[in-house]
Structures are given as structure tokens and as C-alpha cells.
């Protein structure tokens, strides 16, 4: 099971940008799906983007956010642009060899341990 530590939360106003990262212990395989998710204290842990021979993002992201691997396909970065205070979560990376839905947290064996993204108005 790979060991995934994702990073590069922060504060950001309301329309800025930040860019997470997240790192695996030894390089993915092209069918291993690598992906975001998020939880609020309201919202259950909900898919953002994921990747692995496409993209895929939630409709609340897309247009905004760019989810990409690095060609070692060690990092998987989130790029988010044109931050919304409603972004404000816990993002955590996923990683797996799907058996369901690729926006399921139960589809994935591995996790980060999560990075706060707070966006201020």
C-alpha cells in the first residue's frame, strides 16, 4: 500500500490561487487513479478531481481547479484558481486501483493525511 503525504494548504483570499501536492512513497502505475477529495464539518469527504489516463472534476471545481502528475508520476498536483470561501475544507489525496466509482472515497486503499485550505472573503 502506497504512503501518500499531501501538502500545500493555507490561507488565501477570495479569488486567489494555491496549488496542493501530493507525494507518493514509490512512483504510481498508470492504472493506479489518483485523486482530491474534501470535508467540511457539514459536508462528508466529497471528489474533487482525480486523474490517471484522464481527468475528472466535480462540477463545483471545474473550470477552476487543474489536477496534474508530475512524468516521475511520484506527485499529483491540484492547482485552484479563483478561490471561493466555500473551498474552505480539508483536502485530502487518494490514491487506488479502483473497484467502484472513481468519485467514491471507499474506491481508494490510500490517503494523505490531509491539508486546511481556508479562503477568506
Known amino acids: 500500500q502506497v504512503h501518500l503525504v499531501d501538502t500545500g494548504g493555507g490561507l488565501v483570499q477570495a479569488g486567489g490561487s494555491l496549488k496542493l501536492s501530493c507525494t507518493a512513497s514509490?512512483?504510481?502505475?498508470?492504472?493506479?487513479?489518483t485523486a482530491w477529495f474534501r470535508q467540511t464539518l457539514e459536508i462528508e469527504r466529497e471528489f474533487v478531481a482525480a486523474?490517471?489516463?484522464?481527468?475528472w472534476y466535480a462540477d463545483s471545481v471545474k473550470g477552476r481547479f487543474a489536477i496534474s502528475r508530475d512524468n516521475a508520476g511520484n506527485t499529483v498536483y491540484l492547482k485552484m484558481n479563483n478561490l471561493k470561501p466555500e473551498d474552505t475544507a480539508v483536502y485530502y489525496c487518494a490514491a487506488g486501483s479502483l473497484a467502484g466509482d472513481l468519485r467514491w472515497p471507499s474506491s481508494y486503499a490510500s490517503w494523505g493525511q490531509g491539508t486546511l485550505v481556508t479562503v477568506s472573503s
Open positions: 486523474i490517471r489516463s484522464g481527468t
Open positions: 514509490i512512483p504510481t502505475s498508470s492504472d493506479v487513479t
